[in-house]
């Protein structure tokens, strides 16, 4: 069993910044892909960046392509959003995942996905 607890999140005026960090316990860390999803108002859950067991391998959602960075501690067992330039349609509730194949992450929008965060809500203010 993993365990995932998001934190982070908060008011952030528009063009500001959050680290989002999520804190994995259980089962070994290293062994797992990570992703971080969101889900905006009235809208279904989106994937927004995910990175590969060892952190080398990143993919980002054009929305957020060169504004949010993807990392990871394996040491830690904790992966992390950085997200700059943030905008108002930010706004959401985010949520990480954890999966130990990394193209189950882009299937069906990791609802196959074999752990989830409660989520972190961000937002952001215009």
């Known amino acids: 069993q993993v365990r995932l607890v998001e934190s982070g999140g908060g008011l952030v005026q528009a063009g500001g910044s959050l680290r989002l960090s999520c804190a994995a316990s259980g089962r070994t860390f290293s062994s797992f892909s990570m992703a971080w999803f969101r889900q905006r108002p009235g809208k279904e859950r989106e994937s927004v960046s995910t990175?590969?067991?060892?952190?080398?391998?990143?993919y980002y959602a054009d929305s957020v392509k060169g504004r949010f960075s993807i990392s990871r501690d394996n040491a830690r067992n904790t992966v992390y959003l950085q997200m700059n330039s943030l905008k108002p349609d930010d706004t959401a509730v985010y949520y990480c995942?954890?999966?130990?194949?990394?193209?189950?992450?882009?299937?069906?929008?990791?609802?196959?996905?074999?752990?989830w965060g409660q989520g972190t809500q961000v937002t952001v203010s215009s």
């Open positions: 990175i590969s067991r060892s952190g080398n391998v990143t």
């Open positions: 995942a954890a999966d130990p194949i990394f193209a189950r992450m882009f299937s069906n929008n990791c609802r196959g996905c074999a752990y």
